[in-house]
């Protein structure tokens, strides 16, 4: 699954924020400690959020979980 | 021009009165133009409607012990608003229980599809509107293929009080756990099959029980119960996430890749009311053709 990277910044920008009328922003680390949001957050409309639409993206590397 | 009007006219009336007033509302809500719901999926809301309504089973209808009803119906990944309303209190705000999504969820006409990496609905309902001793929660889910929440609120990972529905495969470790309104019970479920309408329900103090179809045959809808020993406990004011579990309030972990075709939240079902709600939603989803059994 690929993933846009964030910013520190960035994430501080879009978190507790919504990307359409019905959904929020939801920022989460990567295994590379990169903060990371995936497509549809990437297609936001929201002027203000533009920057989201051209992150730089990477394949997702979930951290491990726990068995 | 004279006939236009009359034709409008006539074709409001019509859809008046061709609905329970329920359904009517939710469709109105959620579909304020008029040009999302089929009327396939309209005749699908609105049977279930009907049916909850009459079903007693054991005294009060499976209307009247749900709070929310999530139908999951009419939304798109551009436009999720369908799926966000509850069918009991269609009304588009947090107080009506309606759901906000977070993170990258896939919307369709299959329902709402979680990532298993930042995907969660916020509910609204905190723990602490339903009874401790009476509740339960229900989602009809379409694979399973991870280790994960389908619903979920605690108040930490260490006592674990709350409500906690896990789905595990076995390549990830086997049992799936569960709570509701107490800690969670030190009896896994490694052979529950995990999708189809699946539900956590508690009616007592000292028990609750886990509602799914068990390890059979895919065709098989037989509704299966297995009893979970565990005390209740306090309430949470914290809310119920769809897709993952809310860890006091502060961290959103288990991310699910479950479908979600339909979801349900209310007081306690016994046995009776496990099956008729699953005959109901199963029909429900049958009516939509997005039935995984």
């Known amino acids: ?67 | 021009m004279i006939i236009a009007t009359h034709g409008i006219i006539q074709s409001k009336a019509a859809a008046a009165g061709g609905y329970d007033t329920d359904a009517q509302a939710f469709f109105t809500a959620a579909d304020p133009t008029g040009l999302i719901f089929t009327t396939t999926q309209k005749d699908a809301v609105n049977a279930m409607v009907v049916s909850m309504k009459a079903s007693a089973p054991s005294g009060s209808s499976i209307w009247s012990k749900l709070i929310a009803i999530y139908p999951m119906v009419g939304g798109t990944t551009l436009v999720p608003a369908p799926h966000t309303f509850n069918l009991k209190d269609p009304r588009d705000l947090n107080d009506a229980y309606r759901l906000y999504f977070g993170g990258s969820w896939t919307h369709s006409n299959l329902g709402a599809i979680p990532n298993q990496s930042n995907t969660f609905a916020n509910t609204y309902i905190n723990t602490n509107v339903l009874s401790q001793n009476s509740a339960s929660v229900w989602y009809y889910s379409r694979d399973y293929n991870y280790s994960a929440e389908i619903m979920g609120v605690i108040n930490n990972t260490s006592t674990k009080n709350g409500i906690q529905f896990q789905l595990r495969d076995p390549t990830y470790g086997g049992n799936s756990y569960s709570c509701i309104m107490g800690q969670e019970a030190g009896e896994g479920d490694n052979s529950v099959y995990k999708t189809g309408l699946l539900g956590l329900s508690r009616i007592s103090s000292s028990q609750y029980k886990r509602y799914g179809r068990f390890s059979g045959t895919v065709s098989s809808a037989t509704v299966i119960t297995a009893d979970r020993t565990s005390t209740s406990a306090s309430l949470l004011a914290l809310p119920i996430f769809l897709a993952a579990r809310n860890v006091g309030g502060t961290i959103i972990d288990e991310y699910s890749n479950s479908g979600c075709s339909f979801a349900a939240i209310g007081s306690g079902f016994d046995a009776a009311e496990a099956a008729s709600l699953n005959n109901i939603v199963q029909t429900y989803q049958t009516a939509l053709s997005r039935n995984i059994y």
């Open chain 1, 1 to 67: 699954m690929i993933c846009g990277i964030l910013t520190n910044e960035q994430k501080e920008i879009v978190t507790n924020q919504m990307f359409n009328d019905k959904s929020y922003f939801n920022p989460v680390k990567d295994n590379f400690d990169n903060w990371v949001i995936f497509e549809q957050e990437m297609d936001c409309k929201y002027p203000e959020f533009a920057f989201v639409t051209t992150l730089p993206l990477i394949e997702f590397v979930p951290i491990p979980r726990p068995i």
